[in-house]
């Protein structure tokens, strides 16, 4: 009777001693080969895999008091996938919590205003940190698998920069930025200006990509909307460089040359009236409230002045002798 005693409380005390190792093993900071360390779990990793991973790199004193750690909290099967960063501060409970919460880095990506979709498209797939599911597919696909209703992707995705987690799929980004223009586009034309030549958000976003094509000053955008807006209504040819060039695609080698603006194609806003089938870019949301809130003028002609800026006319007299003045050099 008494050895069974002893029996129980030797190992009532071996309980009590592992259970002091074990707290203390988990709440101590871990042992990092650089400060801060990064690592990444691929997606489908075991716990186990893990935890040897960080074990081989020094981090982790052993597999095996981990991988306990994760059955006693039960979330063995949790581990999220993702790129993480962790301080010398860190204990292995800490780093079982960030790495089964999915408390990860992200990375980011930014898409720039005045980028045609292949241009998007381009940095998409060569941004290692991303799942590339759309390498195979058309725009027309791509479309379907957002949710889009339009025929073309041009100028549909929001630009801006994009925060993502290590191995997020290009069509979760796109979507994203897909829906972020829709949201800005749906406010900014419940706010446009009365009587436009518009009829409805898509032309909207057609002429705000021709704005963020025309100028990058930020005080010509109003200006520069108006006359095209000023030219819809009066139905003349908005005769703007950057749809002939969209329209000429891989043609245009850096030359926009007489003989292409009397070609015709669909994009050729010298040869046809109104809008492009299409926008031509992404445009900014400066350029979509420009675009819905053109400046009150009677402006119909600009001309860039070299300066970064535009000089804007009435009437084509004064345009002719402003292109003499800024281009041609020819009156001081």
Avoid at 91 to 96: G, I, N
């Amino acid at each position: 009777m008494r050895t069974l005693k002893r029996i129980l409380f030797l190992g009532l005390v071996g309980v009590i001693l592992f259970a002091g190792w074990f707290v203390y093993q988990i709440n101590k900071p871990v042992q990092l080969p650089v400060v801060p360390y990064e690592f990444s779990i691929e997606p489908g990793s075991s716990l186990r895999s893990v935890a040897k991973q960080l074990a081989d790199a020094g981090v982790l004193s052993d597999v095996w008091s981990f991988v306990l750690l994760s059955r006693v909290m039960g979330v063995a099967s949790s581990l999220k996938a993702g790129d993480y960063e962790i301080a010398a501060s860190t204990s292995p409970l800490q780093l079982l919590e960030r790495i089964t919460k999915g408390d990860v880095n992200q990375s980011e990506i930014r898409f720039i205003e005045g980028w045609t979709f292949s241009q998007l498209r381009q940095l998409l797939d060569e941004q290692p940190a991303i799942r590339h599911d759309t390498t195979h597919l058309s725009d027309k696909e791509i479309l379907q698998l957002i949710g889009a209703n339009e025929t073309s992707a041009e100028g549909l995705f929001f630009p801006d920069t994009y925060f993502f987690a290590r191995g997020s799929s290009d069509i979760a980004i796109l979507r994203r930025a897909y829906h972020a223009m829709q949201n800005h586009l749906n406010v900014a034309w419940a706010e446009r200006a009365a009587n436009l030549p518009l009829t409805d958000p898509y032309q909207a976003l057609i002429l705000a990509s021709i704005v963020e094509k025309e100028t990058g000053k930020e005080s010509d955008r109003t200006m520069v909307a108006a006359v095209f807006v000023n030219r819809l209504r009066l139905g003349m040819l908005l005769q703007t460089d950057p749809t002939v060039i969209y329209g000429l695609g891989k043609k245009f080698d850096g030359n926009l040359r007489k003989k292409d603006l009397l070609t015709d194609q669909e994009y050729n806003t010298y040869m046809r009236r109104g809008l492009p089938p299409t926008p031509i870019a992404m445009p900014g949301l400066p350029s979509i409230q420009a675009a819905l809130n053109p400046a009150k003028t009677n402006a119909l002609y600009f001309v860039a002045r070299g300066n970064g800026e535009s000089h804007f006319s009435n009437n084509l007299t004064d345009h002719n002798r402003a292109v003499s003045r800024y281009q041609k050099r020819q009156i001081p």
